[in-house]
């Protein structure tokens, strides 16, 4: 049986992206398809499990890796997102949603030997808590806030409160929200807080995204480490290929703070180009060589 470090699962979308210039881009996208390679580029062995239709399996071929490392996990759908961006910084959009994939079920997992199974949400709905509970049993557990906050209504995106989130944060080896989903989460405006409540309601380790910085704390010791992107043409995914690449480095041994110094140089180096990261570990080493010293 094949051994992995990290299994990074989620639906993959068909993305229409608009900037603030009206400017339209389609594109395959999820944070399944953003993590993945920043994760690989880091120097983990990772698979991802990919929910998408059958007709879409094309987008398997964007992840550019073996084909054994990449699983189609059956769908009669695959999500279908549009997001507007109304600024250069990309940080104020409308997004919504055609179509949503199914969830995926513990029956669908791959059975392969895995330290850390990565729950790579877009919508709540996408992991029913049967999975969760399975996840804990097989290893240890990760999860975007993202995929247990945005709610699919209508098409529309609206956000709530996670209703479980008491039950299933003790599950969560690591957490990965940004800044305003920390706030739905803790009613919390200070990241450093709302990573603190984080921990004490059971998540071990908490990474919190923001366009300046990103936040790591586990319990013990908070870090942070400045985005120094030159432009932001590449901003979608930002805190997708941050937490790929995080938990690959957590995985293989780093140490948090360096992990979360790879990481934010990895997305600020990301951010540069549109899509998602196709560099490699020296060009992440490099950046950091020249921009984190």
């Given at each position: 049986?094949?051994?992995?470090?990290?299994?990074?699962?989620?639906?993959?979308?068909?993305?229409?992206?608009?900037?603030?210039?009206?400017?339209?881009?389609?594109?395959?996208?999820?944070?399944?398809?953003?993590?993945?390679?920043?994760?690989?580029?880091?120097?983990?062995?990772?698979l991802?499990?990919?929910?998408?239709?059958?007709?879409?399996?094309?987008?398997?071929?964007?992840?550019?890796?073996?084909?054994?490392d990449?699983?189609?996990?059956?769908s009669?759908?695959t999500?279908?997102?549009?997001?507007?961006?109304?600024?250069?910084?990309?940080?104020?959009?409308?997004?919504?949603?055609?179509?949503q994939?199914?969830?995926?079920?513990?029956?669908?997992?791959?059975?392969v030997?895995?330290?850390?199974?990565?729950?790579?949400?877009?919508?709540?709905?996408?992991?029913?808590?049967?999975?969760?509970?399975?996840?804990?049993?097989?290893?240890?557990?990760s999860?975007?806030?993202?995929?247990?906050?945005?709610?699919?209504?209508?098409?529309?995106?609206?956000?709530?409160?996670?209703?479980?989130?008491?039950?299933?944060?003790?599950?969560?080896?690591?957490?990965?929200?940004d800044?305003?989903?920390?706030?739905?989460?803790?009613?919390?405006?200070?990241?450093?807080?709302?990573?603190?409540?984080?921990?004490?309601?059971?998540?071990?380790?908490?990474?919190?995204?923001?366009?300046?910085?990103?936040?790591?704390?586990?319990?013990?010791?908070?870090?942070?480490?400045?985005?120094?992107?030159?432009?932001?043409?590449?901003?979608?995914?930002?805190?997708?290929?941050?937490?790929?690449?995080?938990?690959?480095?957590?995985?293989?041994?780093?140490?948090m703070?360096?992990?979360?110094?790879?990481?934010?140089?990895c997305?600020?180096?990301?951010?540069?180009?549109?899509?998602?990261?196709?560099?490699?570990?020296a060009?992440v080493?490099?950046?950091?060589?020249?921009f984190?010293?």
């Amino acid at each position: 049986m094949k051994q992995y470090d990290l299994m990074i699962l989620g639906p993959a979308t068909r993305d229409v992206n608009i900037d603030y210039t009206g400017a339209e881009d389609r594109s395959s996208g999820g944070a399944v398809t953003f993590c993945t390679p920043a994760a690989v580029a880091a120097g983990a062995r990772v698979l991802a499990a990919v929910k998408i239709a059958a007709e879409d399996r094309d987008i398997l071929e964007s992840f550019r890796m073996d084909p054994e490392d990449v699983v189609l996990l059956p769908s009669e759908k695959t999500t279908i997102m549009r997001n507007e961006y109304f600024t250069p910084d990309r940080e104020r959009r409308n997004s919504c949603c055609a179509a949503q994939s199914d969830p995926i079920t513990p029956a669908e997992l791959p059975d392969v030997d895995c330290r850390l199974y990565h729950l790579a949400g877009l919508l709540y709905g996408d992991f029913p808590n049967e999975l969760i509970e399975h996840l804990h049993t097989k290893g240890m557990v990760s999860a975007d806030a993202q995929g247990f906050l945005r709610h699919n209504e209508g098409g529309k995106m609206v956000f709530h409160d996670w209703a479980d989130k008491r039950k299933y944060l003790p599950y969560m080896d690591f957490l990965k929200t940004d800044a305003a989903e920390a706030e739905i989460l803790t009613g919390l405006t200070d990241r450093a807080e709302a990573a603190r409540v984080l921990h004490d309601w059971g998540a071990k380790e908490i990474l919190i995204s923001h366009n300046t910085e990103m936040l790591a704390f586990d319990g013990k010791t908070l870090c942070t480490c400045p985005v120094k992107a030159r432009n932001l043409s590449g901003r979608t995914g930002r805190g997708d290929t941050t937490f790929g690449a995080y938990l690959a480095m957590r995985v293989t041994g780093a140490g948090m703070e360096e992990a979360l110094r790879y990481a934010t140089a990895c997305v600020s180096l990301k951010m540069e180009t549109p899509g998602v990261f196709r560099g490699t570990r020296a060009d992440v080493e490099a950046y950091l060589e020249q921009f984190y010293q």
